[in-house]
T-cell receptor, first 112, second 114 residues
């Protein structure tokens, strides 16, 4: 099956700085890569996703890049704000539709 | 549209008992997946149901089972509860067809086994 690794496990940045979270996957058949944000005590929330036929996708302050050859994808958050503080999970979907393979999560803390 | 709902939100059970959790997907979504979330293991896939059929299953013992009804609502059952089953159980719904791989999560059921 798929194996998704996520780094770093914790990330602290100053408000206004950028944050980057990186993930690698093992299954070359994986073709959909979502990112979820989970605030303390709340459900994981889909914040952005990318499909394998696209190299980059942006939505305001967040962007995701995908390198299929290297099998890695990254989440970029610019101009971070304290409300960006949360656990971020990357995931991959491949030949097994309906199943998300998650990374272990990154605790992002944005200091004011 | 209303989001994914789960009931109950909190449960306290004793070792050896069994428990049933319920999930109502977003209207029109026919796929429901279940995940177990713990601090140590992260988000682990339990199983997925689509049109009342289990399509995928994770690496959990047979004590964990589920089903899906004709209205797409799903239940999962855990029998003979163990202390290690204490976790947040999340369900997610999806249309399960391109481009609808997107899965939307419910608020979860926090299960505590004592």
């Amino acid at each position: 099956g798929e194996n998704v690794e996520q780094h770093p496990s914790t990330l602290s940045v100053q408000e206004g700085d950028s944050a980057v979270i990186k993930c690698t996957y093992s299954d070359s058949a994986s073709n959909y890569f979502p990112w979820y944000k989970q605030e303390l005590g709340k459900r994981p929330q889909l914040i952005i996703d990318i499909r394998s036929n696209v190299g980059e996708k942006k939505d305001q302050r967040i962007a995701v890049t995908l390198n299929k050859t290297a099998k890695h994808f990254s989440l970029h958050i610019t101009e971070t704000q304290p409300e960006d503080s949360a656990v971020y999970f990357c995931a991959a979907v491949g030949s097994t539709l309906g199943r998300l393979y998650f990374g272990r999560g990154t605790q992002l803390t944005v200091w004011p | 549209k209303a989001g994914v709902t789960q009931t109950p939100r909190y449960l306290i059970k004793t070792r050896g008992q069994q428990v049933t959790l319920s999930c109502s997907p977003i209207s029109g979504h026919r796929s429901v997946s279940w995940y177990q979330q713990t601090p140590g293991q992260g988000l682990q896939f339990l199983f997925e149901y689509f049109s009342e059929t289990q399509r995928n299953k994770g690496n959990f013992p047979g004590r964990f089972s589920g089903r899906q009804f004709s209205n797409s609502r799903s239940e999962m059952n855990v029998s003979t509860l163990e202390l290690g089953d204490s976790a947040l159980y999340l369900c997610a719904s999806s249309t399960r067809g391109p481009p609808g791989y997107e899965q939307y999560f419910g608020p979860g059921t926090r299960l505590t086994v004592t």
